[in-house]
Structures are given as structure tokens and as C-alpha cells.
């Protein structure tokens, strides 16, 4: 069983900067390929990025390639999103999600995650 807890939301102006952590319980996060959704008002979730575990490959959606940065610390069994450049349109709930089994190039398009944490309201003020 993994446990995901999101950290690190806020209220930032557009061109600010953020950073969300994800926390994750259990022994084995280090076996984990870990990701980023995120889900505006209205709107369905949407896949932000993810990061493997065995070569720390990184994948992005268009929409934040090149200003959001995915990284990972297994000894602190915690995962980072590093957001730069925000705009209006990045306002969202966050998500973390964990995933064994797979690889980072495909949590974009999985059907369902085996963990989930319980999300971090990003908001951006224009």
C-alpha cells in the first residue's frame, strides 16, 4: 500500500513559480514510476508529467514542456513538479499519482493509476 500527499500549492501571479511535492509512504517508491495530473474547474483531468524509476526518464504534456520540471528524491520517498513561467491556464487541482509495472512514457495514457494522492490547488492570478 502507497499513501501520496501533495504539498506545495498556491497563489502565485502569472510568470511565478512554484514547486509541488509529493510524499509517499512504503518501502518500495523507488520501484515506483511517478506522475503528475492535474484537473481544472470543469474540465477533465489531464496528464502534466511523469518521471521512471529506473533511469529517471522524463515525459511531459506539450502544454508544459519546457517550463515544468519533473524530478524525484527516492531517499526522501518523494516526488517534485517544478513549475515556471505559470499562466492563468495552469490553474488547477494537482494530483500525484504512483505506478508499478509500467513505464513513464505510458501514464499518459493509462487507464487507471494504482495510487493517487489527494490533490493541491495551484491557482494563478493573471
Known amino acids: 500500500q502507497v499513501q501520496l500527499v501533495e504539498s506545495g500549492g498556491g497563489l502565485v501571479q502569472a510568470g511565478g513559480s512554484l514547486r509541488l511535492s509529493c510524499a509517499a509512504s512504503?518501502?518500495?517508491?523507488?520501484?515506483?514510476?511517478m506522475g503528475w495530473f492535474r484537473q481544472a474547474p470543469g474540465k477533465e483531468r489531464d496528464f502534466v508529467a511523469a518521471i521512471d524509476w529506473t533511469d529517471n526518464s522524463a515525459y511531459y504534456a506539450d502544454s508544459v514542456k519546457g517550463r515544468f520540471t519533473i524530478s524525484r528524491d527516492n531517499a526522501k520517498n518523494t516526488v517534485y513538479l517544478q513549475m515556471n513561467s505559470l499562466k492563468p491556464g495552469d490553474t488547477a487541482v494537482y494530483y500525484c499519482?504512483?505506478?508499478?509495472?509500467?513505464?513513464?512514457?505510458?501514464?499518459?495514457?493509462?487507464?487507471?493509476?494504482?495510487?493517487w494522492g489527494q490533490g493541491t490547488q495551484v491557482t494563478i492570478s493573471s
Open positions: 499519482t504512483a505506478d508499478r509495472f509500467t513505464a513513464a512514457k505510458h501514464v499518459a495514457v493509462k487507464a487507471t493509476h494504482d495510487y
Open positions: 512504503g518501502r518500495t517508491f523507488s520501484y515506483y514510476v
